[in-house]
């Protein structure tokens, strides 16, 4: 059982492969030689913006409470928790607001009642059911479980119940509870604007997954978030090349797999030879041209497309009276969803604090010049900006494809593409989240460090909450 570790691959320097570099030598030690190719910068998505000199995040922004493995990485890596700055938020539905938070937690339950009844609390209990067994992986993975497919993963948490959700909408799962068609077309509805820039036709789970997030208490890293991703790569002491992987052929030497990756940076193309290759990048020819050759059968084309989504930064004076309020000193929310109406050209927009707060920190008054973060699919032309903004200094646009276009009925991506071969970013297509994607790097860890070993026992196994019981 003792085979000598693999020198493998991982494709991106994003949370997937930062994390995936991390787990891969917590299980195959420290001998594991890892190269991490990453053309772009650490981080992927998690990444910054400045303004005025101070770094903001400029999107993936903030980490549920219940992310176990974040949790880690900070604690290990002797990072700290941002300090937190109250705001306010509130529902816009581009007339007027519908839903107002106030700073009195119990006023905030009456009025959620008083508009909506019970759907609130069946919400809350739908989305906590989700959350409680999808803590069961945590336990799993501790024991050293892994999964050789989504599908796999998914039904040792939930069942068929939990497949299902991958392949109905959230809609669809909140009105079978007994929400209400309004509590859906207002609240659930700008949540998810906000989160994935989508309706409320996208997947059940994804959208429990989202909603969680938006129900309590998350967190950001002080410096940044991207700081996980630096932080573990060094940890790993991984190589990391500066180049982009165009593709993996397959070779064979004494019998088993041998990738060749392909790749192209400032220094012209090359190529390494690697027992094990993680790709944590999206597979999809809409993102990548990723090339598999000599697999037989062929790697299969990547059903589905992404959603573009565009965040601008933006430092000037919110232009209130749009809201209803010509008093800009009144102006009370420090973050904005918005409702599914046609008119409405953006998702959400907040006002961003830098990811060093100090002590004195304070959030600017509303009638200030402040920093915010919209978020669109369509950049911002200069009218919108216009009616958003009374003037403005400074706007900073990113254009991202980041989720993928949750249409429900696809299936989800293999993990497996060949024996030692795997892809972490099929994830996205059941939950995209910093979590989701932890978790699927500690699971692909775990898979090819049991696959290597040949530890069939470890992979796939039924009745695990049985099973883990009965370790314990």
């Not at 090359?270 to 000599?294: I, K, Q, W």
């Amino acid at each position: 059982r003792s085979r000598p570790s693999p020198p493998a691959a991982v494709v991106g320097a994003g949370l997937g492969g930062s994390a995936v570099a991390y787990f891969l030598q917590q299980h195959f030690g420290p001998q594991v030689q890892l190269d991490v190719f990453e053309p772009a910068g650490v981080g992927g998505r998690l990444a910054t913006v400045t303004v005025n000199k101070q770094q903001y995040e400029s999107r993936g922004a903030s980490i549920h409470a219940l992310n176990l493995h974040m949790q880690d990485f900070v604690k290990i890596l002797g990072l700290k928790h941002r300090r937190e700055v109250a705001g306010k938020s509130a529902i816009f539905s581009g007339e007027h607001f519908i839903l107002e938070e106030t700073d009195w937690y119990l006023l905030n339950l009456f009025r959620l009642w008083w508009h909506y009844g019970i759907s609130f609390l069946r919400l809350q209990i739908w989305v906590e059911g989700v959350m409680e067994k999808f803590m069961r992986i945590y336990k799993y993975q501790a024991h050293g479980y892994a999964f050789s497919s989504l599908e796999e993963l998914l039904h040792s948490l939930g069942g068929d119940a939990f497949i299902n959700m991958t392949q109905r909408s959230v809609a669809e799962s909140l009105l079978e509870v007994g929400v209400t068609q309004r509590f859906v077309d207002d609240v659930i509805a700008a949540v998810l604007r906000s989160s994935y820039g989508q309706s409320v036709l996208v997947p059940a789970f994804a959208g429990a997954m989202s909603l969680a997030g938006a129900q309590g208490s998350t967190w950001e890293v002080e410096g940044g978030n991207k700081l996980v991703c630096s932080g573990l790569l060094k940890l790993t002491k991984a190589n990391i090349i500066p180049a982009r992987v165009t593709g993996v052929s397959l070779h064979s030497s004494e019998g088993r797999a041998l990738y060749q990756v392909y790749y192209e940076g400032s220094e012209g193309q090359g190529s390494a030879f690697y027992d094990m290759v993680v790709v944590t990048t999206p597979l999809h020819p809409s993102r990548s041209n990723f090339t598999f050759e000599n697999f037989e059968p062929p790697v299969a084309d990547f059903p589905g497309a992404f959603q573009p989504s565009v965040t601008s930064v933006v430092h000037g004076y919110l232009n209130s009276s749009y809201f209803g309020f010509p008093d800009p000193k009144l102006f009370p929310f420090a973050s904005i969803l918005t409702t599914d109406t046609p008119e409405l050209f953006f998702n959400a927009m907040d006002n961003i604090c830098p990811v060093n707060i100090s002590a004195a920190f304070r959030r600017k008054q509303p009638q200030e010049a402040a920093v915010w973060r919209v978020l669109s699919q369509q950049p911002l032309d200069k009218q919108q900006l216009k009616t958003l903004f009374r003037s403005y200094y400074s706007v900073q646009v990113t254009e991202w494809q980041t989720y993928p276009r949750y249409d429900a009925a696809k299936s989800l991506p293999p993990i497996v593409l060949h024996d030692n071969l795997f892809y972490l970013s099929g994830v996205e297509w059941v939950a995209s989240s910093m979590e989701m994607i932890a978790v699927a790097a500690k699971n692909v860890a775990l898979l090819a460090y049991n696959r290597w070993h040949q530890d069939l026992e470890k992979i796939d196994q039924k009745d695990l909450m049985h099973k883990v019981k009965t370790e314990l």
